[in-house]
């Protein structure tokens, strides 16, 4: 058995802390540098920086604040959001960053998986997935912030991305994103079982419970922003931590 790493997800829009719901609707909450101090306080086992819309934009990393954040975190950090190329995914390594997160640049560059994980090895390579239903039910792979229906089957994806060398996949459910009703765990239990690299599950979660739910589906790690910086679903900012809670799969 093995623990389970707790790791809180902070959306960043040109150097601004934000929450969506549903992946709409960007919710302006603050500086992210105040929130990684607290992290820090809580002793958070990771922390996950994503610039949501980086890509969808079109805007390059801001390289000056993620340098900025990193050097206030003490936990492991990962950072996606942007990325298109070895040569950034290098200077994201040397701002402080363990791993980056990849998302809509495999669509069209694949081989980057390789190319990183070649020099840092697989464990600092994350392949994630925006997954949502289509209008016939079906689950399907987007890209582009949730906007580009790629077609992709999110399990055919999940061992796509396990084949071209990705050390973990992190799941995000668009539909579940900031609404605190729990993890999609029928899509985290179908892509668990069809892959062996360790699966983040992110997107609804709004109690503890839901964490071992999701561990219960096959997570090896639980991913999640509202709960982290809001009191409750509904009410004002309120940066927080879950202490004493051990986790197991």
Same mark, same amino acid.
């Given at each position: 058995m093995s623990r389970v790493r707790i790791i809180p997800v902070?959306?960043?829009?040109?150097?601004?802390?934000?929450? #969506? @719901?549903?992946?709409?609707?960007?919710?302006?909450?603050?500086?992210?540098?105040?929130t990684v101090k607290i992290f820090n306080e809580k002793e958070a086992d990771e922390l996950a920086v994503i610039d949501f819309n980086a890509s969808c934009d079109g805007r390059?990393? %801001?390289?000056?604040?993620? #340098?900025?954040?990193?050097g206030e975190a003490f936990m492991p950090m990962s950072y996606g959001g942007g990325i298109s190329n070895y040569t950034?995914?290098?200077?994201? $390594?040397?701002?402080g960053y363990e791993k980056v997160i990849l998302n809509s640049v495999l669509f069209k560059n694949p081989e980057l998986i390789r190319q990183i994980a070649d020099v840092y090895g697989a464990q600092a390579v994350v392949?994630?997935? %925006?997954?949502?239903k289509n209008l016939f039910g079906k689950y399907k792979v987007y890209s582009h912030s949730g906007t580009k229906s790629t077609g992709h089957d999110p399990v055919e994806w999940a061992k796509t991305l396990e084949?071209?060398?990705?050390?973990?996949?992190m799941i995000n459910s668009i539909e579940?994103?900031? #609404?605190?009703? *729990?993890?999609?765990?029928?899509?985290?239990?179908?892509? =668990?079982? =069809? @892959? #062996?690299?360790? @699966?983040?599950a992110c997107g609804g979660a709004g109690s503890t %419970?839901?964490?071992?739910?999701?561990?219960?589906?096959?997570?090896?790690?639980?991913?999640?922003?509202?709960?982290?910086?809001?009191?409750?679903? *509904?009410?004002?900012?309120?940066?927080? $931590?879950p202490s004493g809670i051990k986790l197991v799969n």
């Open positions: 902070i959306l960043l829009k040109k150097g601004g802390l934000y929450k #969506t @719901v549903k992946f709409r609707n960007p919710n302006y909450l603050g500086d992210p540098i105040n390059g990393i %801001d390289f000056k604040k993620i #340098t900025e954040i990193a950034e995914a290098k200077k994201i $390594f040397d701002a392949g994630s997935m %925006d997954v949502k084949q071209n060398g990705v050390g973990e996949i579940r994103d900031g #609404t605190w009703e *729990g993890y999609d765990e029928v899509l985290v239990e179908k892509i =668990a079982h =069809a @892959v #062996t690299v360790p @699966v983040i %419970d839901d964490f071992k739910k999701a561990v219960n589906a096959g997570a090896s790690a639980v991913a999640a922003g509202s709960m982290f910086v809001y009191q409750k679903k *509904g009410m004002g900012v309120l940066i927080s $931590f």
